[in-house]
């Protein structure tokens, strides 16, 4: 594996059959290809990081207010990203971008939570996701794996 290879991995994180998950940016002769959904969820966190830092104060909400609008905003990119890893559908870019734009508010809305409910809420929200990512890998590499098996015992 080069160093292109790992860097494509890094920046996309989709083989390329799967370049429809990116975006592709022309730099120069170069192209180089972002994942969709992270693109737009990190995007929404730096400009909301701004915004909240800046504009909004979240610290005038109630806490139970701003871990709910945290959530109504989060839980869609979950939801899309876990149907999309553990079935067969495919999502387009402009679900990727609309869900990851509403994570990265979701998630930057979280920082600004008091402490130990902040760490819980990340955690927890990480947690899941790994165990989507983890399982959904799982249970399709044994689905795509078993006619391979059946075909060696025959």
């Not at 809420?121 to 790994?130: N, P, R, T």
């Not at 959904?136 to 075909?151: A, C, F, L, T």
Request: aromatic residues 12%; glycine residues 8%.
């Amino acid at each position: 594996m080069t160093v292109k290879d790992i860097l494509f991995m890094l920046l996309a994180h989709h083989p390329r059959e799967d370049l429809s998950h990116t975006i592709r940016i022309k730099i120069g002769k170069r192209e180089v290809y972002l994942c969709a959904r992270c693109t737009a969820m990190y995007s929404a966190l730096a400009v909301s990081f701004l915004i909240f830092t800046y504009v909004l104060n979240l610290y005038l909400l109630p806490v139970e207010m701003t871990t709910i609008i945290a959530l109504i905003f989060g839980i869609p990119v979950i939801v899309s990203w876990g149907k999309q890893t553990l079935t067969d559908r495919d999502n387009s870019n402009k679900t990727r971008i609309s869900t990851g734009i509403g994570g990265g508010i979701g998630l930057a809305m979280l920082f600004y939570l008091p402490s130990p409910l902040r760490e819980l809420m990340i955690f927890g929200i990480f947690g899941v996701v790994f165990l989507i990512l983890y399982f959904g890998k799982i249970w399709r590499y044994k689905k795509d794996d078993s006619p391979v098996r059946e075909r060696e015992n025959v």
